[in-house]
């Protein structure tokens, strides 16, 4: 069974280290791969990520040892399972709100006795070692990260009964929603804003867990660009049609 570099990475007690893409390139993949990098992060809420697209990203990714990862549109068992089969094994979900979706997205993440996931893909069983499957799940269970987004007040003020599932040791963020969802649309950078993921922040570690983005740093490929390009244009006398 394949590894999760990202999370032993954390479990040494380092941040993991990776690259973001908006747009995956195959080549981008395997040039992680090749650097030591240990995740790459595919964005599939805000941008068009097809199941069959994310496989072939997967097997390079696997082939050059390098973890996949994936914000996914949703939270429905359809959704998470068509990804965790191809691959993906730390899974960002979109706008976690209560304890019952968090139950239900441990039990469609992982196999019995965790959860109840669905047995199983092509691309698993190309994984399996032995005869039968109860190394490979138990592998499984022990490589994928679920790491839903608490960006919604309504998820804050819920947190205390999300927090009792098991399952769930890492959170993701999402200021932009936090502020609509408290009344502040674009007030992403409000202190009202941070200040709840300030106590939400102590609440995680009071209970054993953390933000994602606390043991993981990235470096983005389309900010890059911008910033290489933007460079570009000013040392010619030039200035950036881009304003953010």
């Given at each position: 069974m394949l590894r999760n570099k990202a999370l032993e990475r954390i479990r040494s007690g380092e941040k993991a280290l990776g690259v973001n893409m908006y747009d995956p390139i195959e080549e981008l993949v395997e040039m992680a791969g090749r650097m030591g990098l240990d995740f790459v992060n595919f964005e599939g809420q805000h941008a068009p990520m097809p199941p069959e697209r994310?496989?072939?990203l997967c097997r390079i990714a696997h082939g050059?040892?390098?973890t996949p990862t994936m914000?996914?549109?949703?939270g429905q068992e359809s959704t998470l399972l068509s990804y965790l089969d191809r691959g993906i094994m730390q899974v960002t979900i979109p706008n976690l709100l209560t304890r019952e979706q968090a139950e239900d997205l441990v039990k469609y993440a992982y196999f019995a006795p965790k959860g109840l996931r669905s047995s199983t893909g092509y691309s698993m069983v190309m994984f399996q070692d032995g005869p039968d499957r109860v190394n490979l799940f138990k592998d499984a269970n022990e490589n994928v990260v679920i790491s839903p987004q608490i960006e919604s007040i309504v998820a804050v003020n819920n947190l205390d009964e999300i927090l009792k599932v098991d399952g769930i040791e890492f959170f993701g963020g999402g200021n932009e929603d936090m502020a609509q969802s408290m009344g502040i649309p674009g007030g992403h950078a409000d202190p009202r804003v941070l200040d709840?993921?300030?106590q939400t922040r102590k609440r995680l570690k009071a209970a054993g867990k953390a933000?994602?983005?606390d043991v993981?740093?990235?470096?983005?490929v389309t900010s890059l660009v911008q910033?290489?390009?933007t460079d570009l244009l000013e040392k010619h006398g030039r200035k950036s049609g881009l304003t953010f």
């Open positions: 994310v496989a072939t050059w040892g390098v914000r996914i549109p949703d709840v993921y300030t933000f994602w983005g993981t740093e990235s470096v983005n910033a290489a390009a």
